[in-house]
């Protein structure tokens, strides 16, 4: 156990009532151990299972069961607690809880704590196995991973109910060691200064019309707040199109393709790692009408020219910046999406087939290839675009903290595609 990494931590330990609440015993000794300070929660249910007493004897603080059993007038508890929190932890997170957090309820001193905190949360569901295999309870933990919640899975084995299967609370130093990884792993950017677009661009044809894309700005977004989890001071520049914005990041909002180009370049020098996930219009009106167009006949000609390419001017312009571009294609990706890094100068391309399943725009999953100069350097399943970007920026981390090159290679990362030519490539598209 690395006492160092927890040490001086506030972490929030919710107990609820589960005949694996015992196990939170050993959890928040095992927590305290490795220096974190500890304030536990429990349920009315949890009580049943194990005595506050316990608890509270073991964490060194007194432990909260009751929304109104105020015992500091100066502070209101579920907000103080809400705000110290470094990480919140859930052991054993039953069925209910989870509902709880996906639906935002709030009838207790836990669930009440979880909607007023700002901090990371960590839970680890137990239950029956055909509790945990209900498509309710499914559909609970994937909308709470897709808001960045992290679980650590229950284990496969003989249950209390007496079934055998997944449902199983991991063991303590199972836990304590994804609490670890979380604290661990929320330092990986700090203070490095990442600059992300997202969004589709607008470019309009009079006041009232406009030509853009399907760009939902999901994925652009997911990045930001990738890097902003992993400690990275964020600057996100998102289209209007895109829709609210992630607290903790500096948000700039554009419109056109000349105005992303600004405000890229206005922050390109000052930055560290860049992330162009936006999906930036390929061509503009070359007249642009301030007032409404009237229909006068039975066709309308405009005339487009094309417009600045940010990625490419990025390219051209870095001094040591990590670039990261994406493609969105329809066919052919390796191909394309090489040509494309060598040509804009990126350090990675994030390729995706927006015909394929799962990895189209505006949906909340993606299915995308990395490349960088010597080929295809990862490929992941279909996920949630949270987890797409998470694991993006960890992999950026990982080459930016080694100081990696285009032309290096990270052993063990790499596949067969090597040395794929040829084709044109899309501007950027964020799915």
């Not at 052919?332 to 390729?351: E, H, N, S, T």
Request: negative net charge.
């Amino acid at each position: 156990m690395t006492a160092s990494v927890l040490k001086g931590k506030t972490i929030v330990l919710g107990i609820t009532g589960g005949i694996a609440a015992y196990k939170a015993a050993a959890l928040c000794s095992k927590l305290v151990q490795a220096g974190a300070n500890v304030h536990v929660i429990m349920t009315e249910s949890a009580v049943k299972f194990i005595t506050p007493l316990t608890l509270q004897t073991l964490s060194r603080h007194d432990v909260h069961t009751d929304t109104f059993d105020e015992r500091d007038a100066a502070a209101v508890s579920h907000i103080d607690l809400a705000d110290r929190a470094d990480l919140v932890v859930i052991a054993p997170a039953t069925a209910n809880i989870l509902a709880k957090m996906a639906h935002g309820l709030a009838d207790d001193m836990l669930s009440t704590t979880l909607l007023a905190t700002t901090a990371p949360v960590l839970a680890a569901p137990a239950m029956n196995v055909h509790m945990y295999a209900h498509p309710a309870v499914a559909d609970n933990i994937r909308l709470l991973g897709e808001r960045g919640v992290r679980f650590v899975e229950p284990g496969t084995g003989q249950l209390a109910c007496g079934y055998v299967g997944k449902g199983r609370l991991a063991e303590p130093d199972e836990i304590v060691r994804a609490v670890e990884a979380c604290f661990k792993e929320r330092g990986n950017l700090t203070g490095r200064r990442v600059l992300v677009t997202a969004g589709g661009t607008i470019e309009r044809i009079d006041a009232v019309r406009y030509i853009t894309n399907d760009s939902s700005g999901k994925m652009g977004i997911a990045v930001a707040e990738a890097a902003r989890d992993l400690g990275a001071e964020v600057t996100l520049v998102a289209t209007k199109s895109v829709g609210a914005l992630p607290e903790g990041v500096h948000a700039v909002r554009v419109e056109s393709a000349a105005d992303m180009l600004g405000a890229v370049m206005d922050r390109f020098d000052e930055s560290d790692i860049i992330v162009k996930a936006a999906a930036v219009a390929d061509y503009r009106p070359i007249v642009r009408h301030d007032a409404k167009l009237k229909k006068t006949g039975d066709r309308l000609v405009i005339e487009l020219e094309k417009t600045a390419d940010i990625l490419e001017e990025a390219g051209r312009r870095k001094s040591g910046q990590f670039l990261v571009g994406f493609a969105a294609e329809t066919n052919d990706v390796a191909v394309y999406a090489m040509d494309k890094l060598r040509r804009k100068k990126c350090d990675l391309i994030v390729a995706n087939d927006v015909t394929a399943e799962g990895a189209g725009f505006n949906g909340d999953t993606n299915v995308v290839q990395l490349f960088d100069a010597d080929g295809l350097a990862a490929q992941w399943p279909m996920l949630t675009k949270r987890e797409v970007g998470l694991r993006l920026m960890r992999l950026v981390a990982e080459r930016v903290g080694a100081g990696i090159a285009r032309s290096v290679e990270l052993p063990g990362e790499r596949s067969s595609a090597r040395g794929l030519t040829g084709g044109s490539s899309q501007e950027e598209a964020d799915s």
